[in-house]
Structures are given as structure tokens and as C-alpha cells.
């Protein structure tokens, strides 16, 4: 639920009536911060300051109507009158889409007309508690989220590993504290044979135990990292395993919101984010901190003075931990950002290098990268430099508590009260502690990222599929192809509907050509068929059955689409083709591309159907893509087929060539296709014209002429467009 | 409300080259408020409920370069520079620019913290206090000229520092830490 106010007592005493609809907005009318309240009644709308001061009242019957002026970053809500237009309330752009709401119901309410219902998507995505501003694709406020619960659920990944993660805690705890055996073993060497000169057995028995102690260290940090890898490799499995099988359920309207190369990066960097602190972090962590625990008990059980004076530089130590980290990490941060502008700045340029050459701007080009060059060396200075200064100076205030160990413990052993062993042992176990202690703020650092990541992992894992599957799919077989649309009413936005009651119904078999203006909900209309987006109101139908009640793998195996934008995957010809059937034959692959008109082109290249194409392979023509996919529809064998603008971005020629295709295509099958050029739907057995979302025509192209209604027109329309350009009109 | 185009100004406009940029005479046009506080005006001879302004130049010049446009956001022409204007226009013209190009300019920075992956700036500006959040920096700071910088919200909210050089010390240690 979208998070609205309350409005203020004050205002709330007030009013006479309960009011329709309250927000706050942030700007006074005079265009300063503050805030102000609109209320809307059934019978006025009122702007009142926060004390419950009333700026301003007007009676919905005077209002004719209501808008919004959008400003840069800000904007006003304007009521109009038989007085002419008056502003009611101003805002800033983060405000935007509710007050634009806002007009939509004062309109409504003030014409009599049916009152539009708010969006979530509406309403500013503010954090009740902290006020911040939400991220776009999230709900969870990351300034004021509960760490906790994420925390235990990302460990909750380790659960199947537990066996191995209890063995690399114990061998953790058995490293530690045996990596503290060394420094005691030296106290005895001193204390016990070199100070009294004893030349026994002694020696040879204790450097055997250091050897000892260092072999088995050895052995077990192998097995801990290994143990550790192990782990982690496995975790970093299940995490991206969950986090892409959540993507792909998630319905369209999930990633027409979203940009979907920010998907990558979550799938990837925020699952390693989350393993690196799983792993080491928490084996570090805690490994760390058994060792801190570990040196003070044995610190204080030597000399439990000394050991307080050697503290004294510590809270010193934590406080530069806490002040450096954060500085480097801005430096590194403006080292990236200079980076980046360098590498932006360089493609940009070799990318428009003719333009450069064509205009003889070389030189300002180089001028420009010489700059940001230097910036980025300045840059790198500042951060190698704080870099290479930060740990000489944590060595530094850790030498001081080294030092005062010396000079009084010196003095204690020079007063005979402390074995000089125990000296040496106090200071090798001090220098000890500067490791943990220096990291401590970065390691704070690193759990929040990880805990960010989790943040948005599980996000995704947790967004619903609007197009849920049914869980008693009815049993379709091979349909028919007969579909029906009744009463289908859809909008991407609920208040805002793309196609409004439409109702049709087409024959198995038949090819209904979509015509309309850009908008008109051509597109929509064919997504609706996919059921990319489920209706808000009435049933799509396909042999009788609703496809809400088809289970979407059956559903979408009776439907080939082929699209303006073909997009070939990664791999050869052969298995783009194939991409819906994997084990099509050679034959049926070949026979689909004779189809297609594609079959002559692919064999003529160096590759043949071998040729790689996608992202990184051999560059395809439009046209040719076109016929590949078409290939692609032809070897789904669908019932019901859908050509959106099939033929918009090629050549004449080409074109032609794609008609055959798709005309030995649609034999047989339910087609539905929209096309620009009006031409290229002549064989069609109906023309549905379609005007902001509505059905408005229906008929053969004869009908419709002859009619002379929006068909007609759009058909001169595009006559004359087509005598501007000079083209001849194909009728 | 009353259609501000009438036949004969039909004509008029035949006359007028309409690839022309039509740079107001500033004798010929007078701008005024009227009572709902709608920005409005009498351009050569004919009478506006409703105008809208539009900066050509919004990071180059404050005040020149006007498009003066109507409710529908044609163009009726522009305004070289709102100093030629009357006291009166001028003042309706600067007070309507501020508003619609809503841009508080930053007169001290509180404070600027990361949390949670969140840049959170708390301002004082010379319209009053405000917090800024931004999800990154090198998306939401842009630098129109050299100590010139647009600060922009992850909901499109924008604040100006107009000049870094000038701010107290405080804030300017404060903005080195992230430039």
C-alpha cells in the first residue's frame, strides 16, 4: 500500500465533510519550502498551511476543470474557472505524478465523470519513518530496513552447508588459538634457556614445537581455505540459481518499469557481494575477534598493568579506522567517477571519429582528453597517497602502546619483577592486534554492502508474478485457434486504460490485420493474447477457454511471434531456429528457412547455418534477421501467429521477400498482425481499426473504403505521405 | 476561455517567415498576474489568459533568451532579454521564471553523508531548507561551467550551488570531499 499522511488535526477539525483525497505538498505558493495542504471534498476543494490556517477554498461547482502545469523540477496544480485559470497549489518534481492525480480527481469530481482510482506508481515513494526517498525499483527503504532479518535470511543459504561450515568454525577456533602458541613459546626460550644459559634439551624440544605449531597452522588454513571455497562457490550457486529463476517468472510489466541491464549487475555483483560476506566476511569476522578475545585474556593473565597501558592507543586506533575508511572510499570513489569520464570521453569520441575527422576537431578532442587525463592522475595521487600514508600511520599509534610496554615493562624487568620472555611475548602479541583493529570500520563497511545486496536479492525473489499460472491448468492439447476477446479492458496504469470493452472474435484460421494510430493499442492487444498482462476486466479466450486457466508453457507453444525488433540469442543460425524445438532435425531446420525465404541466403555465408550470430557473432542484416526469425515462427508450428510490423525496417525489395515468407506462414493459422504500411495487410481476411483503445471498425479492406470512415482516412493519409516522399502507393 | 487566435492574426502570421525566430519588440509586450496568480500577458495587441515561459538557455542565461509560449505551448516568440522590459513585465517575468524553473540556489551545506548507499545532502537554500538524496554522484551532479554545479534528486528535484568558490569554508570542505 502507498504511504499517504495524515493530515494534520488542525486542518481534519476543520472540515465539514470527510474528505475525498489529502496530500501534503512541499512548496508555499510563493515557490519557498514549506508545506501545504489540498483537501478534496465532494463539494470544495481547500488549500490549508500546516497550523490549519486556510489559504484558499473554491466550491467544485465552480470549477471547470483541473490540470497540472509541470515547471522544471517543480510544478502547479491549476483549477480553471469561469474566472479563468487559478493555481491552487505548487510542488516540486518528486510530487509530480500525485498531484497530477490530483487534477484528474478534482476534474472528474467537478464534470460528474467517473473518478479515476490512484496507482501505487502514483504516490511519492517516500519511506514512512526517515522520509527518504525510496529507490525506484524497491520498497524496502535502505536507510531504515531491518538488517537483522535480511541478515539471518542470507544465512540461512549456508543452512545445507552446515556440516562443512561447523568444520571450518572448529578448524577456525584451532587456528587461532594455536597461531598464539608461538609468541609463549618464545617467552619460554628466553626465559627458560637463554636467560639461565641452559643449554638442555629444552631448546631443541621447544623449537620443535614452534616448527610444529607453524606446520599445523599451515595445514589447517589450507584446509579452512579450501573448505572455505567450497562453501562459498556453492552458496554463490544457489544464490544466482534462485535470484534468475525469480527474474524469469516475473511478468513483463515488472521489467517495463525497470532497466534491464541493471538486472545483470544484480544478478552477478550483488549475489557476490552477499558471498564474499558469507564466506570470508563472517569467517574473518569472527575468526578476528576470537583472536582479539584470545591475546587479552593471555595479556592480562601475564601482566594485567602493562596490558592496560598498552590499550591506551586503541580507542585512538578505532577512531582513525573510522575516520580513513570513509575517505578512502570517497577517493576511490572520485578516482572511479574520473575514470569513468575518461573512458566516456574516449568512446564517445573513436565512436563519432568521422564526425571528429569530417569537422577537423582533433585537436579539441585531444585538449579535452588531456584534461580529464589530468584530472584522473590527480585523482590517482590522492588516493595511492592516502592508500600508502594509512598504514605506516596505524603502525605508528600502535608503536606508541609498543613503546610504553617497552619503557615500563623494560623497567618492571629491570626491577626484576618480570621475566624478559614475558616482555617479548606482550609485545609480539600487541603487534598482533594492530591487524584486527585497522580493519574494523571497513569490515562494518563491507556487512552493509552485503547487506544492501541481500536487500535487493531478495527483493526480487519476493516480487509476485502479475501473471500468476494457474495451478489446475485445463488440458488444451492442439487448439483450434479460435480466440475471443470479451469485454477485455487493460492499462499499464489501472485509471488509465489502453483498450477499453473491447470484443471480438475471430475464426480459426483467419488473419485479422490491426490498424490504428501509434497508441491506439495495437500492441497491447497483442500482448494481451500472449498474456504478457492479464486483464483488469473481461476474459480472453482461445477454443473457449480462458488463457488464465492455460498453463503459460502450453499457451505460449500455440503462439509464434515474429517482431519488428528480432532478436537472435547467442549461437549459430541453425540454433536460433531451432530456439523453440531443440531437437528439430536438420531437414525440419532447412525446410523452415526455404519457408522463410531465408534458406539461399544462409547457405551462401562463409559459416553456413554454423554462422554465429547474436551479440558477438556475424552481423545480420535487418532483413535477414527478419527471415531467420520467421524461420524461428515457422519450426514452432504455432496455431495462432502474431506479426508486429514485421516488415517496417527493410528495403522495399526485401520486403517483398518477407511477404512470400509470411504469407506461406499464415496459411492455416490465426494470424494477427499489425503493420504501418496499410499495404502490407491486404491479405488479410478482417481489418480491426482500433482508436484509442476502442474498436471502431471492423470489415474487409473493400468494407472499410467504401465506408469512408477512420480506415479511409488513414489510408489517404498515408497516400499522401507516400506522393510527399515520391513513392508510389501500392493499393 | 477565450481562443486567443483570431483570423486576421491568421493572416498576420502569412506575412511572418514562420522559420523566423520572432524576437519580441520590447515595447510591444506587457506581462501581468492575474488573480488566481496565472502568469499571463498582452503580446503585440492581443490578449493572453495563459502564458507559459520557457528558458532557451536554462544553464547559460537566467534571464534572456525567453520563449514566451501559449496555454497549448506554441511559440509566439522571444524574449532577448527581460532587462529591456517595463518594471512591471520584468517582474511578473522573473517571479514566473523562478517558479516554473524551480531551482533553489544552495547557500550553505549542512551536511553530506552516505547511508546506505544513499547520498543524503541537508541544505539551506535561499528558499528555504531541504535534503537531497541521490543514488549516486556522477549521475545527479552535473557542472554547467566551472564552479557551477546542478544538484539533481532521485525524484527529479534540482537545487544549483551557483558558484562553489563563494561558500563559506564549512560547506566548501564539505563539497571537496565529493567532487
Known amino acids: ?731 | 476561455m477565450s481562443d486567443p487566435i483570431s483570423v486576421s492574426d491568421e493572416l498576420k502570421a502569412q506575412d511572418k517567415d514562420p522559420y523566423e525566430i520572432n524576437i519580441f519588440e520590447p515595447g510591444l509586450i506587457s506581462f501581468s498576474r492575474s488573480q488566481g496568480g496565472v502568469f499571463q500577458g498582452v503580446i503585440e495587441g492581443k490578449v493572453y489568459e495563459e502564458l507559459i515561459l520557457f528558458r532557451i538557455f536554462p544553464f547559460q542565461y537566467n534571464t534572456q533568451y525567453i520563449s514566451v509560449r501559449n496555454s497549448k505551448s506554441e511559440e509566439i516568440g522571444v524574449i532577448r532579454d527581460i532587462d529591456q522590459l517595463d518594471e512591471e513585465s520584468r517582474g511578473e517575468v522573473d517571479k514566473e521564471l523562478q517558479l516554473r524553473y524551480f531551482l533553489p540556489v544552495v547557500t550553505r551545506i549542512d551536511s553530506i553523508k552516505q547511508k546506505a548507499d544513499m547520498w543524503i545532502w541537508e541544505l539551506q537554500t535561499n528558499l528555504g531548507q531541504t535534503r537531497i538524496v541521490m543514488r549516486n554522484l556522477h549521475e545527479h551532479m552535473q557542472y554547467p561551467s566551472l564552479y557551477r554545479i546542478i544538484l539533481t534528486d532521485v525524484n527529479g528535484k534540482r537545487c544549483e550551488i551557483r558558484d562553489y568558490s563563494t561558500l563559506d569554508i564549512q560547506s566548501r570542505k564539505k563539497l571537496k570531499d565529493v567532487l
Request: one cysteine or more.
Open chain 1, 1 to 731: 500500500m502507498p504511504y499517504v499522511d495524515k493530515l494534520p488535526k488542525s486542518i481534519e477539525m476543520q472540515l465539514t465533510e470527510q474528505p475525498l483525497f489529502h496530500f501534503g505538498s512541499d512548496l508555499m505558493k510563493d515557490g519557498q519550502f514549506g508545506e501545504q495542504w489540498l483537501v478534496l471534498t465532494e463539494k470544495e476543494v481547500s488549500v490549508w498551511g500546516t497550523d490549519g490556517r486556510m489559504v484558499s477554498k473554491f466550491f467544485v461547482s465552480s470549477i471547470t476543470d483541473a490540470r497540472v502545469v509541470g515547471g522544471v523540477g517543480g510544478g502547479s496544480l491549476l483549477v480553471d474557472t469561469k474566472e479563468g485559470p487559478i493555481i491552487l497549489i505548487r510542488y516540486t518534481a518528486s510530487l509530480t505524478s500525485i498531484f497530477g492525480y490530483a487534477s484528474k480527481l478534482i476534474a472528474a469530481v467537478a464534470k460528474g465523470e467517473e473518478r479515476p482510482t490512484a496507482s501505487e506508481k502514483e504516490f511519492p515513494r517516500h519511506c514512512p519513518k526517515c522520509r527518504n526517498p525510496l529507490p525506484e525499483d524497491s520498497q524496502t527503504c535502505p536507510v531504515c530496513k531491518s538488517n537483522g532479518k535480511v541478515l539471518f535470511r542470507m544465512l540461512g543459504y549456508a543452512k545445507p552447508y552446515k556440516i562443512q561450515m561447523i568444520a571450518a568454525a572448529i578448524m577456525l577456533i584451532f587456528t587461532t588459538l594455536i597461531e598464539l602458541v608461538p609468541p609463549f613459546l618464545t617467552k619460554m626460550i628466553v626465559d627458560n634457556v637463554l636467560t639461565k644459559k641452559d643449554m638442555g634439551s629444552t631448546l631443541l624440544w621447544i623449537v620443535i614445537g614452534l616448527a610444529a605449531t607453524s606446520l599445523v597452522v599451515t595445514l589447517m588454513q589450507t584446509v579452512r581455505g579450501l573448505i572455505g571455497v567450497w562453501i562459498g562457490s556453492k552458496i554463490m550457486g544457489d544464490l544466482r540459481h534462485d535470484v534468475y529463476h525469480s527474474l524469469m517468472k516475473l511478468s513483463l510489466s515488472f521489467f517495463d518499469r525497470r532497466q534491464s541491464s541493471q538486472f545483470i549487475g544484480r544478478v552477478n555483483n550483488d549475489s557476490e557481494a552477499m558471498r564474499q560476506f558469507m564466506t570470508d566476511g563472517v569467517i574473518w569476522v569472527s575468526g578476528e575477534s576470537l583472536r582479539v578475545i584470545a591475546i587479552f585474556a593471555i595479556m592480562f593473565s601475564m601482566d594485567w598493568k602493562l596490558t592496560l597501558l598498552a590499550m591506551l592507543p586503541m580507542p585512538l586506533m578505532v577512531v582513525l579506522s573510522t575516520v580513513l575508511w570513509p575517505m578512502i572510499g570517497r577517493r576511490w570513489y572520485q578516482q572511479w567517477r574520473s575514470i569513468f569520464r575518461l573512458n566516456a570521453l574516449v568512446g564517445d569520441s573513436l565512436q563519432g571519429i568521422r564526425v571528429v575527422k569530417a569537422f577537423g576537431q582533433e585537436t579539441t578532442e585531444m585538449s579535452r582528453y588531456t584534461v580529464a587525463n589530468k584530472e584522473l592522475v590527480r585523482h590517482n595521487i590522492r588516493i595511492e597517497g592516502l592508500w600508502q600514508g594509512m598504514f605506516p600511520a596505524f603502525a605508528l599509534v600502535a608503536g606508541v602502546g609498543t613503546l610504553l610496554i617497552w619503557y615500563y615493562g623494560g623497567r618492571t624487568v629491570l626491577d626484576g619483577q618480570l621475566s624478559i620472555g614475558t616482555l617479548i611475548a606482550l609485545v609480539t602479541y600487541l603487534g598482533m592486534l594492530l591487524g584486527p583493529l585497522q580493519w574494523v570500520s571497513q569490515m562494518i563497511n563491507w556487512a552493509s554492502h552485503a547487506i544492501s545486496a541481500a536487500d535487493r536479492v531478495f527483493e526480487i525473489m519476493d516480487t509476485p508474478s502479475d501473471v500468476p499460472d494457474t495451478t489446475n491448468p485445463a488440458d488444451i492439447g492442439r487448439v483450434n485457434g479460435e480466440v475471443e476477446f470479451k469485454q477485455v479492458t487493460y492499462g499499464y496504469e489501472k485509471h488509465h486504460p489502453v483498450l477499453k470493452n473491447v470484443d471480438l472474435k475471430v475464426a480459426a484460421g483467419e488473419m485479422i490485420g490491426l490498424v490504428g494510430h501509434s497508441g491506439a493499442g495495437k500492441s497491447t492487444f497483442i500482448n494481451m493474447i500472449c498474456r504478457f498482462y492479464d486483464t483488469d476486466e473481461g476474459t480472453i479466450t482461445i477454443d473457449g477457454v480462458d488463457i488464465r486457466n492455460i498453463s503459460q508453457s502450453d499457451l505460449r507453444s500455440q503462439i509464434g511471434v515474429v517482431l519488428q525488433e528480432t532478436f537472435l540469442f547467442d549461437g549459430t543460425i541453425a540454433e536460433n531456429i531451432a530456439y523453440s524445438k531443440p531437437d528439430a532435425t536438420e531437414l525440419e531446420i532447412m525446410r523452415a528457412a526455404k519457408i522463410a525465404n531465408a534458406h539461399d541466403f544462409i547457405v551462401q555465408l562463409p559459416d553456413g547455418y554454423d554462422t554465429r550470430v547474436g551479440e558477438r557473432g556475424h552481423k545480420l542484416s535487418g532483413g535477414e534477421k527478419q527471415r531467420v526469425s520467421i524461420a524461428r515462427a515457422i519450426i514452432h508450428d504455432p496455431r495462432i501467429l502474431i506479426l508486429d510490423e514485421a516488415t517496417a525496417s527493410v528495403d522495399t525489395v526485401t520486403e517483398r521477400q518477407i511477404q512470400e515468407a509470411i504469407s506461406r506462414l499464415v496459411k492455416g493459422r490465426t494470424t494477427f498482425a499489425i503493420a504501418h504500411r496499410l499495404s502490407t495487410l491486404r491479405n488479410a481476411n478482417r481489418l480491426v481499426v482500433l482508436e484509442r483503445g476502442k474498436i471502431i471498425e471492423v470489415g474487409t479492406h473493400e468494407e472499410l473504403l467504401a465506408v469512408e470512415g477512420a480506415y479511409f482516412k488513414l489510408v489517404e493519409a498515408q497516400k499522401e505521405m507516400s506522393q510527399i516522399k515520391g513513392v508510389e502507393v501500392h493499393e
